[in-house]
C-alpha cells in the first residue's frame, strides 16, 4: 500500500494550489480517503473526507468554504483544491486511509505547503 502526495509549494495569501495523491498497492476506490495537516510545531488536524465513490464530502470549519476535496477512482489519485489561501494553512498535508479523524491506518509521506503573507 503507498500513498503518494504532489502538488506542494510555496503560494501567497489568497493564491491557489492543487494537491494530488497517487494510491497503488490496494483497490483506492473501495475507501474512503482522508486529508490531514500538520502545521509547524502543531498537532495532526483533520482537514477533510471523501467517501469511496466520491458523494459524500465533509470538511473541517477552517477550510470549508475555500478548500475542495475530490477524487478519480479510474487514475487511483485524490485531490485537495486549494483556494483563498491563508498563512495558517501552511503545514505538511498528508493524504491517508483508513481514518478517525486525524488517526489514520495508512499514510503518505506528505507535502509541504507554505503561504506567504
Known amino acids: 500500500v503507498q500513498l503518494v502526495e504532489s502538488g506542494g509549494g510555496l503560494v501567497q495569501a489568497g493564491g491557489s494550489l492543487r494537491l494530488s495523491c497517487a494510491a497503488s498497492g490496494f483497490t483506492f476506490g473501495s475507501y474512503q480517503m482522508t486529508w490531514v495537516r500538520q502545521a509547524p510545531g502543531k498537532g495532526l488536524e483533520w482537514v477533510s473526507d471523501i467517501s469511496s465513490g466520491g458523494g459524500f464530502r465533509s470538511y473541517a470549519d477552517s477550510v470549508k468554504g475555500r478548500f475542495t476535496i475530490s477524487r478519480d477512482n479510474a487514475k487511483n489519485t485524490l485531490y485537495l483544491q486549494m483556494n483563498k489561501l491563508k498563512p495558517e494553512d501552511t503545514a505538511v498535508y498528508f493524504c491517508?486511509?483508513?481514518?478517525?479523524?486525524?488517526?489514520?491506518?495508512?499514510w503518505g509521506q506528505g507535502t509541504l505547503v507554505t503561504v506567504s503573507s
Open positions: 491517508a486511509k483508513d481514518c478517525h479523524g486525524s488517526s489514520c491506518g495508512v
